[in-house]
């Protein structure tokens, strides 16, 4: 599979399991870090929504595509930005994606804090692979820094 384009689409498991986790943090229940992402569609400028884990790491906080490049990543591309949400609670951000070279050290701390969740989309490679490792499939996995806006 080219590293590119890279995706794994949802099964019926967890499709339950994202509507289970979108529906507490909707009600203001955060499951380990859980937010809903909403970013404007790259064609209709509708917005958006999907469950994502927010990562913080080093002070920063980071959004990783497991699952490669969904159709979320694409539209944060294009729209370079969206808002976090936690109940009512909405904070807007702007999107920074990380090259390639940057991601080993966010996939790693991402692997450590959810490698019971994501762990199968990562064909094998966990929290305690290399630095080469990582930087090997790093290509198949957006990473986009969060920042205020």
């Known amino acids: 599979m080219n590293t590119q384009t890279r995706y794994l689409a949802p099964g019926t498991a967890t499709s339950i399991f994202n509507r289970v986790v979108?529906?507490?943090?909707?009600?203001?229940?955060s499951v380990w870090g859980s937010r809903i992402l909403r970013v404007r569609g790259r064609s209709s400028g509708e917005?958006?929504?999907t469950p994502v884990n927010l990562l913080t790491h080093d002070g920063e906080r980071y959004l990783v595509a497991p699952r490669g490049h969904a159709q979320w990543v694409r539209n944060m591309?294009?729209?370079g930005g969206g808002e976090l949400l936690v109940g009512r609670r909405v904070e807007r951000f702007e999107a920074i994606e990380l090259p390639d070279a940057a991601k080993p050290a966010v996939l790693?701390?991402?692997?450590e804090r959810w490698k019971f969740e994501?762990?199968?989309f990562f064909d094998g490679v966990g929290p305690d692979a290399s630095d080469a490792e990582l930087l090997d499939i790093a290509p198949g996995y957006p990473v986009f820094?969060?920042?205020s806006s």
């Open 22 to 29: 979108a529906g507490l943090t909707r009600a203001g229940i």
């Open 47 to 49: 917005w958006r929504s």
């Open 77 to 79: 591309r294009v729209a």
């Open 108 to 111: 790693r701390a991402y692997l």
């Open 118 to 120: 994501v762990g199968v």
């Open 145 to 147: 820094r969060i920042a």
